[in-house]
């Protein structure tokens, strides 16, 4: 089990201690540092600590036996730490379930932070019963667009949404990279990333460098082999060759062939101050009204929003910096929401300090 506790540490900017919530909480996720970076800024940004629970290596053969060991961890953390919110993140749809046990003995209060997959995928659609129980519920289910907030509306549950995280990411160290101009793709080689057609705009641009991240052990059965020389499969990295890597691209590439479906990063480009290629969705339409071009998820679509990229991108540079301002301002808000929902359930008063408005 590895456990990090984010309270802990002293690197919160003026503007995430603006708004931090003051509530004895958790958050609570199932999953390793790879795939929890979502709830990891979500804990930094309001100042409580992150638990991660999460053991044995993900193979389909040793899920019930992880899921079981997880469920018993899960129970001794929280009642060691009796916080009287829990956060957790969704899915696994198991690590709710035993949050929800807790909060049912101890009078404590959920919220549940539902991805994408867990409301759309066929992955998790046998989930979807639980789900709606649990959800009805908990104090609330966190979800990054209003498509996945009038599911739960169906279902008499409350939400509320948090598209975007305010963060400020690593420095990174420099990537070398190795044409005029570069485009870093962010992947996980997930079915809904339209890789075969970017493999293949990368065929037709020689002089532009593809840089697309991603574990190789998710993406073999999708790669050609002879790829072009100009695409370059950076497998997983770690955070600092990572963010380094979105540092010095030009731009940052995220599709999905999957409507209401956030692209995480995406919003990491925002925070890094990169322009940004992603798919041509509403929601995404939405979320990236700036510094953004959307394309659709051809070959030809992909390959005319790099050349448009190449010509533009330092204009869109600038737009990224009021869209950074947007999101801040957004965020604000919903720790207001978020404080409404839940001070009343800890009976604690949050501070009011120099930098709050009354």
């Avoid at 949404?161 to 190795?178: H, Q, R």
């Avoid at 731009?251 to 999957?258: K, R």
């Amino acid at each position: 089990m590895q456990t990090v506790a984010l309270k802990d540490q002293n690197s919160l900017s003026e503007h995430a201690q603006e708004s931090s919530l003051a509530l004895p909480a958790m958050f609570l996720a199932w999953s390793p540092p790879s795939h929890t970076r979502r709830s990891e800024l979500v804990a930094r940004r309001l100042d409580i600590p992150l638990r991660r629970v999460h053991v044995l290596k993900k193979k389909p053969y040793l899920a019930p036996l992880r899921y079981a060991i997880q469920a018993l961890l899960t129970l001794i953390v929280l009642f060691h730490e009796r916080p009287k919110v829990v956060l957790v993140q969704n899915p696994p749809i198991f690590a709710p379930l035993f949050a929800w046990i807790y909060c049912a003995l101890t009078r404590s209060s959920l919220v549940i932070d539902s991805h994408t997959d867990a409301l759309q995928s066929s992955a998790w659609e046998w989930s979807l019963p639980l789900h709606r129980f649990l959800s009805r519920r908990a104090k609330a289910t966190l979800v990054t667009n209003a498509h996945l907030a009038q599911i739960l509306q169906g279902w008499g549950a409350k939400s509320q949404i948090i598209m975007d995280v305010p963060s400020e990411l690593p420095a990174g160290k420099p990537y070398p990279l190795e044409h005029p101009f570069n485009i870093a793709m962010v992947s996980s080689y997930a079915p809904d990333e339209p890789l075969g057609e970017v493999i293949q705009v990368a065929g037709s641009l020689p002089d532009i460098g593809f840089y697309v991240t991603g574990d190789l052990r998710w993406g073999s059965k999708r790669l050609p082999a002879d790829p072009p020389s100009n695409l370059h499969l950076t497998g997983f990295l770690p955070d600092d060759e990572y963010y380094g890597l979105l540092r010095s691209v030009h731009a940052v590439m995220a599709l999905t062939t999957e409507d209401h479906t956030m692209q995480r990063g995406a919003c990491e480009a925002v925070w890094l101050g990169q322009p940004i290629i992603t798919s041509h969705w509403p929601v995404l339409r939405r979320s990236f009204h700036k510094g953004a071009i959307h394309v659709d998820n051809t070959a030809e679509g992909i390959r005319a929003g790099i050349l448009h990229m190449r010509a533009v991108h330092e204009h869109l540079t600038g737009e990224v910096q009021l869209l950074q301002e947007e999101r801040r301002r957004q965020w604000q808000a919903i720790v207001t929401q978020l404080e409404a929902l839940l001070l009343p359930v800890s009976g604690e008063h949050r501070t009011t300090d120099a930098g709050d408005t009354a």
